[in-house]
């Protein structure tokens, strides 16, 4: 089992900024690839970027690419989300996951859609307004 709790949502101006975390614990997390997704009311879970399990590979959605960074510190078991640049269609629930397939690790794969993904967040609330 994998326990990932998010924490750094919040209310900002569009133009702003935010870090998210996504603490870990449980079975060793810095095996695994952690991925970003948001999932805003009425809408379906969308990806937003995803790290490989030692940093080496990133990837990210287009709509996020140049505003948004992901990183990991193994050390902390946790991985975070820096945003920047935010806008009003920001806004979204923000959850992280944890891919713990073996194959797609040693293919350094990042998966980018929610079935690749097998233990998940509670999230935490990001709203944008302009």
């Known amino acids: 089992q994998v326990q990932l709790v998010e924490s750094g949502g919040g209310l900002v101006q569009a133009g702003g900024s935010l870090r998210l975390s996504c603490a870990a614990s449980?079975?060793?997390?810095?095996?695994?690839?952690t991925g970003w997704f948001r999932q805003a009311p009425g809408k379906e879970r969308e990806f937003v970027a995803a790290i490989t399990w030692n940093g080496g590979r990133l990837h990210y959605a287009d709509s996020v690419k140049g505003r948004y960074t992901i990183s990991r510190d193994n050390a902390k078991n946790t991985v975070h989300l820096q945003m920047n640049s935010l806008k009003p269609e920001d806004t979204a629930v923000y959850l992280c996951a944890a891919d713990v397939s073996p194959q797609r690790r040693y293919n350094d794969y990042l998966a980018d859609t929610a079935a690749g993904y097998s233990y998940w967040g509670q999230g935490t609330q990001v709203t944008v307004y302009s």
């Open positions: 449980g079975r060793t997390f810095s095996n695994y690839a």
